[in-house]
């Protein structure tokens, strides 16, 4: 099939798809007024029975827990393979070669560059931190801080730093956080059926809602969360630019 | 708002697939699938709101009691969020594996090769 033609069934095809929907969707009750009472009930149960401020990471960490476990295992998976497909094909030995050609070209960043990435992974690697340990109060969480804190690593790729980020050796370090991260997300969850009986139980204590140590399990898991993204996002991004580096070379 | 909302969740995910189809570049297809997966973002979110309801965040100036739009969707969203995340991680890996062994992106030529 050429292309011309793919595109003229694919334009026919989508055209009734697109036909279908609206058909669909026309009869529908108009956004803003959600029919049935549950979804005005999730919000104020969470701050009552659970102390939690931000009732879209207790549905996440607390009431819909066992799905957080499961996706967890996905990114670790995720993060795993990526490393796996790009790993197989190269030799450890020829990345080192590129990185430390890499650092001799280093002088040629530029300085604006240079200034702004220094100037600007400390103030990430904090609002990063922030973001993940208050996820049972303000927007964000675990999930999200751990992507501001992923970028921070890639600002000091950016910046040029790749010695300072060669002498923590981020490959093992980020390796064992991952692991740590995703089997302290399934150990929390057994300490559910450890204290309480079952499964991901929020069996700490709740505290008031609005404090910093408020809504048990929630705040934990995403810490750990936190954790388990920071390592995973780092794993992918290395394992591309190592990718890029050999290109480069 | 009317039914806004879910036509724009349909037209974004006939445009994705559209560029999925018709894309000659396996990263391109990635990117445009990463727009059909968007879609469901828009219809998730469309489906909790409220008009007039505050976020689902209780603090100091929105008090529990007050009207909030519906937590559980947005925490499918983010869940959503994620997924699509690793999925073009692992796609992406794939497409430098794929270059690699057979010295093209174009899905067309591809389909040609074998080995």
């Known amino acids: 099939m050429s292309r011309a033609v793919r595109a003229g069934v694919a334009v026919a095809a989508l055209a009734v798809l697109g036909a279908l929907i609206v058909w669909a969707v026309s009869d529908l009750r108009g956004v803003g007024h959600p029919p049935g009472v549950n979804s005005a009930r999730v919000a104020p149960i969470l701050a009552h029975e659970r102390q939690a401020a931000n009732a879209v990471n207790g549905v996440t960490f607390d009431m819909r827990g066992s799905d957080t476990l499961g996706e967890e295992m996905i990114l670790f998976a995720a993060a795993l393979g990526v490393s796996v497909l790009l790993r197989a094909a190269r030799d450890p030995r020829e990345v080192q070669v590129a990185a430390e050609d890499d650092v001799n070209r280093r002088g040629a960043i530029s300085g604006a560059l240079r200034a702004s990435a220094a100037t600007l992974v400390g103030p990430m690697i904090v609002f990063g931190l922030y973001v993940v340990t208050h996820g049972q109060l303000t927007p964000g969480g675990g999930f999200q801080g751990g992507v501001i804190l992923a970028a921070a690593l890639l600002l000091t790729y950016a910046g040029g730093q790749v010695l300072a980020v060669q002498r923590t050796d981020p490959v093992a370090l980020v390796e064992v956080s991952e692991a740590v991260g995703a089997l302290a997300f399934a150990l929390v969850a057994l300490g559910g059926v450890v204290f309480a009986g079952v499964l991901m139980a929020n069996f700490l204590p709740f505290g008031e809602i609005g404090a910093l140590l408020s809504s048990g399990t929630i705040a934990l898991l995403s810490v750990v969360t936190g954790v388990e993204v920071t390592a995973a996002l780092a794993l992918i991004l290395t394992e591309f630019l190592d990718q890029t580096l050999l290109r480069d070379a | ?115």
């Not at chain 2, 000659?24 to 828009?42: E, P």
């Not at chain 2, 559980?72 to 997924?83: E, G, R």
């Not at chain 2, 796609?91 to 430098?96: G, P």
């Open chain 2, 1 to 115: 708002m009317g039914v806004a909302p879910y036509i724009v969740a349909g037209w974004l995910l006939v445009v994705g697939l559209y560029g999925a189809i018709t894309s000659r570049h396996l990263v391109c297809m990635v990117l445009c699938l990463a727009v059909a997966q968007a879609s469901t973002y828009v219809l998730l979110l469309a489906v909790g709101y409220k008009t007039g309801a505050a976020a689902p965040i209780y603090s100091t100036t929105v008090m529990p009691g007050a009207p909030v739009v519906d937590p559980v969707v947005q925490a499918l969203a983010l869940t959503d969020v994620v997924v699509e995340a690793t999925v073009s991680a692992v796609l992406l890996a794939l497409i430098v594996r794929a270059g690699q062994r057979f010295r093209t992106t174009d899905p067309d030529e591809l389909g040609e090769l074998h080995g």
